[in-house]
């Protein structure tokens, strides 16, 4: 075989040019889900001192628990630590939109809703905020998906959905 | 090429590498012995996930139960293997295409020594269970002082290699002056330059943050900035691992199949992006991080899109390389030339079929990369499903691939079998793809990655059925990688001594370096620019997590 005949730019603009759009169509369809379908992705949402959350003295974290902040929207604020959530399950109506305010006490840990676009680290010192709605009944599963130690496969909560 | 050069003078003569050899020997004797205990640590893992609990008799020696098994396995496997087996092939490779030894041999044993010391003083922690903290040890996970001292010794006897290169690659220029690196000596020197650059975080991680508080010299820490500094390193080494198997990929699968490389300026071109780019997007694994904004989540994202295309690079390069062989060894047809590879030739098969499961993990790390469709997979295990395919895969059957000749190389004997580590090799295609196409299933079902799902109490019966697929991939792996031992075994203790060792045979391009532009070879313009883009993607978000930051999470140990 001719070494020439096997060399043609036709043959490499063919791969470079699918190279290129195939990842830039890509990204296209990912701004568009965030941006005009509103799929967004965690994002700073301030810090808070751990001592002042162990203490029970910080403000937001002193009183964990659901409340209706509207009609049909809820505020849930929990706390994450070696190897449960407080409050370990909430329970709304459906059609609820929930905003989860969390933080951890300790190590690092993961929240986790299956069936539900929520997904966010939960750090010492940080603010996880997250806000999903909630429209077929049933128990939704919460799992931490970060290691936390010896006991991180127990921990885990959930979100009923009446 | 190498080769060219040393055409050009047909009496030169083969340079003294026994040192180089010797390194290469024994780094990557260092590199299996990790993976044969860390990829053990997997089976005990996935028996554990279908209810077979064997850490109960191992407890003598694995105090710390699955979780000090999967630490074991994530540091022996990810950070261990592929460095001890990267430095020895780099060193050899880069020695060997320029055919001149390292600058100073002293150096070259020194990097030897102060990564071993660093290994072992790791190694003390890690076994007697007190740095269960996996390969990530994310803060406040406080492990004992010796693990992260060990590790960032590994990290810095690194770096002495990129230093003796440069010093190597100096003299040669010198007395070669006018001509190209030779492409295998680019490749190594250009991932030794981005795994250096990547580095930068991990090592201020260790140096500024996790060893004076892991000693009690201060505090606190902040978990953000440690995560920050740690993925700044942590994407860019999933390059470090895949460069080296792309150097076989580019320049020497090509030649073993009967061909030639296709392109050898697209090749530099490729590396170059990867040098540029595989750095300012590691923040694409901290999509779900609080304390990040979401503005500079997507610059990586875009960024990480961007690697992609050096990539794609890649895969046309060298299955045109492929097909450039297939079809000189009397093969037709469009997809047809693929049966005139030399798929009896062991290190052939298993690198070809570590290329063909690399195709699946490239699209899988694509999901992982694509910002908020990151949310449906992050911290599943589908990504252990997706990094089991990349360098489980990719990265570790190439590597096997590459010694079932540079063995034989190095000691002179014959591979023992051939056709088992052929054998070996489609073992590990079918059992890595069960494993981790079920890895993946589940994930999307909600299953935690690093979960001891044996013990969970919120398995979910339809995960039942797919973790049993994953264990029977897993087994098929297990009998693979015994193929793999007992082969090396048997060639260091029993293979016949070969009259005549074959040399290395890099192979030539058809698009030679002549045509590539001369800027290419001129790596401190391409590590400018690599700086800047780093300078624009991280220093904002640094600027801001450093600024706000109290330094005062104390550290725990929760295991």
Redesign the interface.
Known sequence: ?K?KK??SYL??VA??LP??A???S??VA?LV??FAVG???????G?V???AVVAGTDATFSQTGLREIAPGRYEAIMLAQ?FMYTPNTIEIPAGSKVTFVLTSK???H?F?I?GV?????????????VTATFDKPGEY?I????????G???M?GKVIVN | MASIAARARPLAISADLSVERKLAGINIFIAFAALAVGGLMGVLQILRYNGLDLYTPAKPLLPGGY?QG?TVHGVLNVLVFTTFYIIGFLTYIFAKALNRPLASSRLAWATLWVMVSGLLLAAIPLLTNNATV?FTF?P??KADSLFYIGLTMVVAGTWLLLVNMILTRNAWLADNPGQRTPLPAFMAIVTMLMWTIATIGVASEMIFLVIPWSLGLVGGT???LA?TLFWFTGHPIVYFWLLPAYISWYTLVPAQAGG?L??DP?ARVSFILFLILSIPIGMHH?????????MW??VH??FT??V??PS??TF?NVV?SLE?AG??NGGEGWLAWIFNLPWGKPEISAQLVAMMLFAFGGISG?VNA???????V???SWISGHFHLTVGTAVALSFMGITYWLVPHLTGRALWSRSLGVAQAWLWFVGMGLFSHFMHELGLR?M??????G????V?DEWRFFLFFAMIGGLIMFVSAIFYYLNMIMTLTRGKKLAEVPDITFARA??GPEDAPKILDRLLVWVTVAAVLILINYLPTIIDIIS?A?F???G?R??
């Open positions: 075989m070494d096997f060399i043959f490499e791969w470079i190279s290129v195939i990842p830039v890509m990204m990912i889900t965030a799929v967004r992705v965690p994002t700073s949402a810090r001192s751990v001592s070696t300790d190590v690092i993961g986790k299956e676009p929520v997904n966010v680290m939960v750090i010492p010192g940080q603010v996880s905020r599963l799992v931490c998906h970060e290691y936390c130690g010896a991180h496969h127990v885990f | 979780y999967l996996m994310y406040p996970l902040d978990p953000v995560r030639k296709f392109s697209m901290q999509v779900a991080d609080p304390g990040i904004s979401e989540k997507l994202a875009v899109f961007g992609f295309f794609l690079l046309f045109a450039y079809r000189r694509l694509s910002y908020n469709v990151n949310l449906v992050h911290n599943t909600g935690p990655r690093r979960s001891d799902i013990g969970a109490p919120y979910q058809l698009s706000t109290t005062d999470i104390p725990r929760v295991w």
